[in-house]
């Protein structure tokens, strides 16, 4: 796990890989499958929930975009006041993981990209009707189309990781 | 009971809910919610290149590509058991906007008569689906997280830079939907 923070030695500008922060202990290496499927399971949640709110549908994002109607702003927003809590609750009362471990939330530092990489992601949203999460619950659900957008996704994270260097942040 | 289990899911029950991803994530395996950043590990994991961008161990964020396959599963069984297809409902304005480009289907959540295959050869089609996918993946890695990155998990931790993308993805969003793709759709 150290090596891996060797190996990628530029400055951060991403802050997600939680594995490549130097303060960071890696969870539960002893079962890793069983570790795993946790994920699997908390994603299968998400999944259903994304589809049942209509979150992944192309029309509620043009509504939101278009101001005609409150919920994508009610469901993105009663999100965020329960994360506020939660996380708050968290720190406040110091809770540990299921395995004791001490929780480990990553901070983020300031930099150009957030605005012009926020701006493109914006575009791509509006275009898609989807951002990340709800691409793979529309694949999921049936629209197999999609599977084109999530490549084209990875080519374009691609390309932004080959550029990196060169673009403002 | 399940025909209330099959309706759509109101914004008050369903907003908690994925803000309960958040401290789920963080309680049973130390992770922070984010979504965008699979992207990044299946390109450091099927892609070979020398890009530095990609040399890191993916391995040790395997959960992450479980969490998406989770996401993939939920997505099939909520559309298979969980949701009745009548039509969508939509704000009669935004019906009275798109009906101008031909598109009067509301059966299915994303809109048939945009997202088909033969579409993939028009540039309308191309736009859309290719543009706008590369434009999903350049931009969260660039950004450094997405909806579920910046927007929840970010703000919810209260950190500013998260703030400023998030009202970037809005305003990029809002000029897109509202300049850029009244054209588009004319294609």
């Known amino acids: 796990m150290?090596?891996?923070t060797e190996i990628y030695t530029k400055p951060d500008t991403d802050f997600e890989i939680v594995s490549l922060h130097p303060g960071y202990k890696h969870s539960d290496k002893k079962h890793p499958f069983i570790f795993n499927l946790r994920f699997l399971v908390?994603?299968?949640?998400?999944?259903?929930?994304?589809?049942k709110s209509e979150v992944i549908s192309w029309f509620r994002i043009q509504e939101m975009f278009r101001l005609q109607s409150f919920h994508m702003y009610g469901v993105i927003g009663s999100a965020v006041v329960t994360g506020i809590i939660s996380v708050w609750l968290i720190k406040r009362f110091n809770i540990k993981t299921i395995s004791g471990e001490e929780i480990f939330i990553p901070s983020k530092k300031f930099h150009k990209g957030q605005i012009?990489?926020?701006l493109?992601?914006?575009f791509g949203w509006a275009l898609t009707g989807a951002c990340p999460g709800p691409m793979f619950a529309q694949i999921g659900s049936g629209a197999l189309v999609t599977t084109?957008?999530?490549?084209?996704?990875?080519?374009?994270?691609?390309?932004?990781?080959?550029?990196?260097?060169?673009?403002?942040? | 009971m399940l025909e209330i289990l099959k309706q759509p899911m109101p914004w008050y029950i369903a907003g908690p809910l994925i803000g309960l991803m958040v401290p789920l994530?963080?309680?049973?395996?130390?992770k922070p919610f984010g979504i965008s950043s699979s992207l990044r590990h299946i390109c450091a994991a099927c892609i070979p290149s020398k890009i530095p961008f990609f040399q890191y161990n993916w391995k040790e964020e395997s959960w992450n590509l479980f969490l998406i396959a989770g996401i993939v599963i939920g997505g099939y069984i909520a559309a298979a058991f969980l949701i009745d297809m009548n039509a969508v409902n939509v704000n009669p304005n935004l019906a009275k906007a798109l009906s101008r480009y031909g598109i009067d289907n509301y059966q299915t959540l994303v809109p048939q008569q945009i997202f088909n295959w033969p579409a993939l050869f028009t540039a309308r089609g191309l736009i859309m689906i290719v543009g706008g996918g590369f434009l999903v993946g350049f931009g969260t890695r660039?950004?450094?997280?997405?909806?579920?990155?910046?927007?929840?998990?970010?703000?919810?931790?209260?950190?500013?830079?998260?703030?400023?993308a998030t009202i970037c993805f809005m305003a990029g969003g809002f000029f897109m939907a509202n300049i850029l793709l009244p054209i588009i759709l004319t294609l």
């Not at chain 1, 908390?42 to 589809?51: A, D, K, N, R, S």
């Open chain 1, 2 to 4: 150290r090596q891996a």
């Open chain 1, 42 to 51: 908390m994603g299968i949640f998400f999944g259903i929930l994304l589809v």
């Open chain 1, 116 to 118: 012009f990489g926020g």
């Open chain 1, 120 to 122: 493109l992601f914006g």
């Open chain 1, 148 to 169: 084109v957008a999530l490549l084209s996704a990875i080519a374009g994270t691609w390309v932004y990781g080959l550029f990196k260097e060169s673009l403002p942040h």
């Open chain 2, 25 to 30: 994530l963080l309680i049973l395996g130390n």
């Open chain 2, 142 to 164: 660039y950004a450094g997280g997405c909806t579920s990155g910046h927007a929840i998990m970010g703000l919810s931790n209260l950190q500013w830079p998260s703030l400023v």
